[in-house]
């Protein structure tokens, strides 16, 4: 089996951080030998408790400081092939490649500019898009085709189904109450429009129909502070529970009705898929890769960005309509295991490996 090296600038929750960690531990049961060079983080300590070598490396400090150090890695090592997932990485890598000649992928987990791939990115052997939407982007502003594949992020499909507790016990845990329409979100909270918090306070706030409704909220953030203020002005603090940053979210997830990411971007939506994956149907603004992990009316509801009349009108109808709701939390589920399982995911990034590596 090959050593990969996987680098990332830092391993606290988060899209490209779990999807690091997702890809280490999968190849490592497939028999690879993985090594992580990151800034550190939780996820990092985790990787290193089940076995993963892992490296301290000051990426955003200096670049070429940081590729002084994944050289030592790669010669000792004896690393086959580096894959890195941000910018910053892929300028390290781009700088091992042009001394030792070591091979590198690059997960371009958001849009990267063409300025980006210039400095550096265009050494990548391959680019790994992780949806259509990014690609396309991507081509558009002038970067290879060749370089750029499509490969959907995955979800570690078994850790998400049959989980013992019931949504009442989730509840309870919780201490939400047993009945009402529970609307969840899950992200960094940067500010009250970047992923929709604004929008969904907006709801709970304004519309009579949803004044029995309650909102979770999971993430942390600049914009944490904002959101408290926001929430105590509208009289909102009995009904919307902010319960932090959170590693396992599973059991949050049962406990909810729906997953709502009224974002103004998404790449792909891991929040979605995550709600999907426990039986959620989901309710986004169509932006980004969204369209291409929510089926309209089929999982989810997709609404037009910023309609939050709308966005009103579908949750509404997910509380009015809980078998139709639960049928399309189940239509959702099946997609998730067939369509964005983690295994499909590393099966795509091995066969990845394998191209450039022949």
């Not at 150090?69 to 890598?93: E, P, R």
């Not at 899950?186 to 929709?196: A, D, E, T, V």
């Not at 998404?266 to 709600?275: D, I, R």
Request: aromatic share 8%; glycine share 8%.
């Amino acid at each position: 089996m090959k050593n990969v090296l996987l680098i990332v600038p830092r391993m606290n929750i988060g899209g490209a951080e779990t999807y690091t960690a997702l890809v280490a531990r999968t190849l490592a049961q497939k028999g690879y030998q993985v090594f992580l060079a990151s800034g550190g983080g939780k996820l990092a300590d985790e990787l290193a408790k089940q076995g993963i070598k892992t490296f301290l490396l000051p990426i955003r400090l200096n670049y070429r400081f940081a590729a002084f150090f994944v050289k030592k890695i790669v010669k000792k090592y004896k690393i086959d092939i580096i894959h890195a997932n941000s910018a910053a990485a892929g300028f390290v890598a781009a700088l091992v490649r042009k001394e030792l000649g070591t091979p590198f992928i690059y997960t371009a987990h958001g849009i990267f500019s063409k300025k980006e791939y210039d400095r550096g990115l265009f050494l990548s052997d391959k680019i790994i898009c992780v949806s259509n939407y990014v690609r396309e982007k991507a081509i558009k502003d002038g970067c290879n085709p060749e370089q750029m594949i499509t490969c959907y992020n995955g979800i570690d499909v078994e850790s998400f189904e049959n989980l013992e507790l019931t949504k009442k016990q989730a509840r309870d845990q919780l201490q939400l109450p047993p009945d009402a329409f529970i609307i969840g979100i899950i992200s960094r909270i940067k500010n009250l429009k970047h992923k929709g918090h604004g929008a969904l306070l907006n709801i709970l706030a304004k519309k009579a129909e949803a004044k029995e409704w309650h909102l979770v909220v999971v993430g942390k953030g600049k914009g944490l502070l904002v959101l408290n203020w926001a929430i105590k002005k509208a009289g909102l603090s009995k009904r919307v529970h902010c319960l932090g940053h959170l590693t396992n979210v599973k059991n949050v997830l049962v406990a909810l009705d729906t997953v709502a990411v009224p974002s103004r971007f998404e790449t792909f939506g891991l929040a979605l898929a995550e709600g999907m994956a426990v039986g959620k149907p989901v309710v986004a603004y169509q932006v980004g890769g969204v369209p291409e992990l929510v089926s309209d009316g089929k999982n989810g509801f997709l609404v037009e960005i910023y309609d939050e009349e709308n966005l009103f009108n579908k949750l509404k109808f997910l509380a009015d309509n809980p078998e139709q709701a639960q049928e399309m939390g189940l239509n959702g589920q099946r997609d998730i295991r067939e369509k964005f399982s983690s295994a499909m995911m590393v099966k795509n990034i091995v066969e990845i490996y394998d191209e450039v590596l022949k």
